[in-house]
């Protein structure tokens, strides 16, 4: 027996480490950004890890990139790119909101020339779209959104009509460059519209496991006995039509 001041020869194990969070990816998107196709995509091809969404205001839609709350944000430019790697995907058609009645709702498009008299009020002042929207439904004034803001919100006693001459938005991307590995460049991949075989897909890439070939569940192949020929061959087999002697009768 060990003294009472000496330590025991077998010290007892360490503690079992915690077992590591499973991997989960997330983006957030700004209002206007539809990401369920991308959503049913992911789903469908990458099976163990699962994908978490939430809309970010405009204010944050870089926030939640540098705080860790997402891996990827679809922002809408411009946006400060220091740090970040940026996807431009496609432009958003402009509209022009205005009150319920308002002289626009007789049109299907406007020109922004032919609003020159009219008041826009500034939708960042004014707390975002949805609050400029309720203003707009007021009447103090117009303001010009994205398409897909002005249907995503749809305040009621407002109307949105198409605007030409005026610059248009872009949704993007993006995600830190310092962040980047195979999980988020299948993400990047799907929402690209890249295949699940395309070469450049990380999950088309690796190896496959090879199938092993099937047992052959038929045995040995077992050769038939030769059978007695029991009826002699037919002389006439294979001769034309009219070909058989005829005999004297």
Do not use: C
């Not at 248009?168 to 995600?175: G, K, N, R, S, Y």
């Amino acid at each position: 027996m060990p003294a009472d001041n000496e330590s025991p020869q077998n010290p007892s194990p360490a503690e079992p480490r915690e077992a590591e969070a499973p991997r989960v990816l997330r983006f957030a998107y700004v209002a206007g950004v539809t990401p369920g196709k991308w959503i049913r995509r992911w789903e469908e091809r990458v099976l163990d890890i699962p994908l978490e969404s939430f809309m970010s205001d405009d204010g944050a839609q870089l926030s939640v990139l540098t705080d860790g709350t997402a891996d990827l944000s679809f922002v809408r430019l411009p946006v400060e790119r220091e740090g970040l790697n940026v996807i431009p995907l496609y432009e958003e058609q402009p509209v022009v909101v205005a009150p319920k009645g308002h002289e626009i709702s007789v049109f299907e498009e406007v020109a922004l020339d032919d609003l020159a008299e009219e008041t826009f009020l500034d939708v960042a002042e004014l707390g975002g779209p949805e609050m400029a929207m309720q203003v707009v439904a007021s009447g103090a004034g117009l303001v010009i959104l994205p398409m897909s803001v002005a249907r995503h919100f749809n305040v009621k006693d407002t109307v949105a009509r198409r605007l030409t001459g005026a610059p248009v938005t872009e949704i993007a991307l993006a995600w830190p460059s310092d962040s980047t590995d195979e999980i988020i460049e299948e993400f990047i991949g799907i929402v690209r519209g890249r295949t699940a075989a395309s070469s450049r897909q990380p999950s088309a890439q690796q190896e496959k496991p090879k199938k092993e070939p099937k047992p052959d569940r038929r045995g040995p192949a077992v050769k038939k006995p030769k059978v007695a020929q029991r009826y002699a061959p037919n002389p006439d087999k294979g001769r034309g039509k009219g070909s058989r002697k005829k005999g004297k009768r």
